[in-house]
């Protein structure tokens, strides 16, 4: 059982709106401390997302290679304050309208 183009589109949406909400949350606390942190909870969510992927039932190495790729590129846009721009991208090139 492969996983749907769909349902990779669900996911990169619902993590789009986890690192906006973070993004978000780190932007209104003044303390940089706190938004470092804020940036580190997120970069966990994405590692154990990355993990989970591999043990989807039915889903083949190649793509799960793919789904991670794309998670290092979020963690590393999320490191580089461009996560949004970036992941707008590529929710474009699933054809994700929000």
């Known amino acids: 059982m492969k996983i749907t183009k769909k349902r990779i589109q669900e996911i990169i949406k619902e ?3 986890n690192a906006e ?3 978000q949350q780190a932007t209104a ?3 940089q401390e706190k938004a470092v942190q804020s940036k580190q909870q997120l970069r966990i969510k994405f590692i154990a997302w ?7 039932p039915g889903i083949d190495s190649v793509e799960a290679k793919l789904m ?3 998670i290092n590129k979020m ?3 999320s490191n580089d304050d461009n996560a949004k721009r970036e992941l707008m991208i590529v929710l474009k090139k699933l054809g994700v309208e929000l």
Do not use: C, S, V
């Open 15 to 17: 993590e789009l709106e």
């Open 21 to 23: 909400a973070a993004q």
């Open 75 to 77: 963690m590393l846009a």
């Open 29 to 31: 606390k003044p303390d």
């Open 68 to 70: 991670n790729a794309i």
């Open 50 to 56: 990355a993990k989970k992927i591999q043990d989807l």
